[in-house]
């Protein structure tokens, strides 16, 4: 242990390492120890416990530890009187502070953005902003099918809105509209709620009277933002309107892709997949299952012809799946025979990553739009 420095050692003399009580513990009984007893321990040397014999350089001596009591004593009365200052110091300063006015008050707690931690308070949140609510609800559903329990939990909530008169607007994706709960939901809502799908959604958000809106701050929604601030909930609701726009009514077929054998959904994964998106994100944006989804493709290659991964790419950007439809009459474009969809093609729309994505489901969120 020749050598070792104070790291070793981070102690004061109040409370010594085993080592340096033993070779103090030696000294003070016989007087002095030979210095190389005391090349383990350099703390003693630094501490002043021990210092060189004048008549022996060789030897070293211990502080008595009366001397060494003393030091500790002056020490703690010295940090005792120093916290005694600095308490005058504070008291002084509050009393200061207090004799400047009491009449303004502190803000209230998230006057513009309210971090919301944990379900219970989420809740807490939402049940209060849906009371105070007197006029509008505009509300961003991402996922798939809603799922009848989900939705008939905050079913007495959003009759008791539609009984004052709220009025409700949900953006949903296609996906949605597969399933009889939410169909159920609409009737019961008898014309106070109104549905809207797209093939993909922001995040959730949820508004109440343009006033008061709720975003997720976490993937797994367990903490959540209230925003309260005008500027961002103005934001909040243009994005909504834009988005209510360009959806479709739930009680309106979704426009046909005009390929022949390929479907609204399957065009929707055909361009995902042509902006180089894997399977398990495709599947999160639409709200479907990574199995769904990647059934969905081997039915796109099927019907585009296409053997490989990179193949298909090449079928989507000839059949015109890679963007918005150009025509209604757009038809299937094959590659002559005898040509290959080789390096040549559309290199990187559909990489062959993508089926080596792992599968994770899209993660939709609990309750109905009044609820969570």
């Not at 105070?132 to 991402?142: G, K, R």
């Not at 077929?253 to 994964?269: A, K, Q, Y």
């Not at 990187?348 to 080596?356: E, F, I, K, R, Y």
Request: charged share 25%.
């Amino acid at each position: 242990m020749a050598g070792h420095g104070t790291d070793t050692h981070p102690h004061g003399a109040d409370q010594l390492c085993e080592a340096g009580d033993r070779v103090y513990s030696r000294a003070v009984r016989r007087g002095r120890v030979p210095r190389e007893d005391a090349e383990a321990v350099p703390c003693l040397l630094e501490l002043e416990l021990l210092h060189p014999d004048p008549d022996d350089m060789g030897w070293l001596v211990p502080t008595s530890p009366q001397e060494v009591m003393t030091r500790l004593l002056r020490g703690v009365y010295e940090e005792v009187s120093a916290s005694q200052a600095r308490v005058v110091d504070a008291v002084s300063a509050f009393e200061w502070y207090a004799g400047l006015g009491g009449s303004v008050q502190a803000p209230a707690e998230g006057v513009a953005i309210r971090v919301l931690d944990g379900l219970p308070r989420i809740r807490a949140a939402m049940d209060k902003a849906t009371e105070e609510c007197t006029s509008e609800v505009l509300a961003v559903q991402p996922g798939g099918i809603r799922r009848e329990d989900e939705l008939s939990e905050g079913l007495h909530r959003a009759l008791e809105m539609r009984r004052r008169g709220v009025r409700m607007r949900d953006l949903y994706t296609h996906v949605a509209r597969h399933g009889q709960g939410l169909l159920n939901y609409m009737e019961l809502m008898e014309g106070a709620a109104e549905a809207r799908t797209l093939d993909e959604v922001v995040e959730r958000l949820i508004l109440f009277d343009r006033k008061v809106a709720f975003i997720p701050a976490n993937a797994d929604r367990t903490i959540a933002l209230e925003l309260r601030h005008p500027a961002l909930v103005d934001y909040l609701v243009t994005v909504f309107e834009r988005l209510w726009r360009l959806a479709i009514p739930l009680t309106s077929p979704l426009p046909s892709t005009g390929i022949e054998g390929i479907t609204h959904r399957e065009r929707s994964i055909a361009a995902l997949l042509a902006e180089g998106h894997q399977d398990a994100v495709v599947a999160e944006r639409l709200g479907i299952s990574v199995r769904t989804c990647r059934a969905h493709i081997a039915r796109l290659s099927e019907t585009l012809g296409a053997a490989s991964r990179t193949q298909l790419g090449v079928r989507i950007a000839q059949a015109g799946l890679d963007g918005p439809p150009r025509s209604a009459d757009v038809h299937v474009v094959t590659a002559p025979e005898g040509q290959p969809d080789g390096p040549d093609g559309p290199e990187g729309l559909v990489g062959p990553q993508a089926s080596d994505a792992h599968g994770v489901p899209g993660v939709s969120g609990p309750g109905s739009p009044t609820v969570r």
